[in-house]
T-cell receptor, first 110, second 113 residues
Framework: GQQVMQIPQYQHVQEGEDFTTYCNSS?????IQWYKQRPGGHPVFLIQ?????EVKKQKRLTFQFGEAKKNSSLHITATQTTDVGTYFC??????????FGKGNQVVVIP | NAGVTQTPKFRVLKTGQSMTLLCAQD?????MYWYRQDPGMGLRLIHY???????AKGEVPDGYNVSRLKKQNFLLGLESAAPSQTSVYFC????????????FGPGTRLTVL
């Protein structure tokens, strides 16, 4: 079935360092969304990417959508303890559903 | 504006018992969804609704039923609970289509013994 793969599944990041999480699909996506879930919380929408090659920034977060619209990445610079949580990508294939990846759980080491 | 609310927050059931989870949204959204979240499995879609009076199956619908009698409410029912249904259940809604932002409720933690 249609699914998106996220890598890595887990990351330990030193406070102050940068990290990237990736999302890949075997088939073309119409768009992709990113969500963040804090420990014990619920997923919260971060951003949506629609266009091929699109890049969007939110302060220390940079989101990219691949040229072929099959992959996406989230890059965070100068990691802070508030960045802890699980980051999900969700791919839309043009039907009525979003296919969520399994998430990238990020632990920040002070 | 409460957004998306879910009741109850926690529940423990015995195998074979039934229960209903209630999701309510006050944003006048058309689409509503039920997901389950298990460790290492991400979010898996159980059922969804594209409008009042409609429901459709998601990725993992077996063992669950849903109803959307009112636009603001989406109910998830477990007819005969099984230990495999131990999970955290999230309800979500989106404004007009599935490509719109999904707003999630706080979740219900269900344990089936």
């Amino acid at each position: 079935g249609q699914q998106v793969m996220q890598i890595p599944q887990y990351q330990h990041v030193q406070e102050g360092e940068d990290f990237t999480t990736y999302c890949n699909s075997s088939t073309t996506l119409s768009n992709i969304q990113w969500y963040k879930q804090r420990p014990g919380g619920h997923p919260v929408f971060l951003i949506q990417l629609v266009k091929s090659g699109e890049v969007k920034k939110q302060k220390r977060l940079t989101f990219q959508f691949g040229e072929a619209k099959k992959n996406s990445s989230l890059h965070i610079t100068a990691t802070q303890t508030t960045d802890v949580g699980t980051y999900f990508c969700a791919g839309h294939y043009g039907n009525n559903r979003l296919a969520f990846g399994k998430g990238n759980q990020v632990v920040v080491i002070p | 504006n409460a957004g998306v609310t879910q009741t109850p927050k926690f529940r423990v059931l015995k195998t074979g018992q039934s229960m209903t989870l209630l999701c309510a949204q006050d944003m006048n959204h058309e689409y509503m969804y039920w997901y389950r979240q298990d460790p290492g499995m991400g979010l898996r879609l159980i059922h969804y609704s594209v409008g009042e009076g409609t429901t459709a199956k998601g990725e993992v619908p077996d063992g669950y039923n849903v109803s959307r009698l009112k636009k603001q409410n989406f109910l998830l029912g477990l007819e005969s609970a099984a230990p495999s249904q131990t999970s955290v259940y999230f309800c979500a809604s989106s404004r007009l289509t599935s490509t719109d932002t999904q707003y999630f409720g706080p979740g219900t933690r269900l344990t089936v013994l």
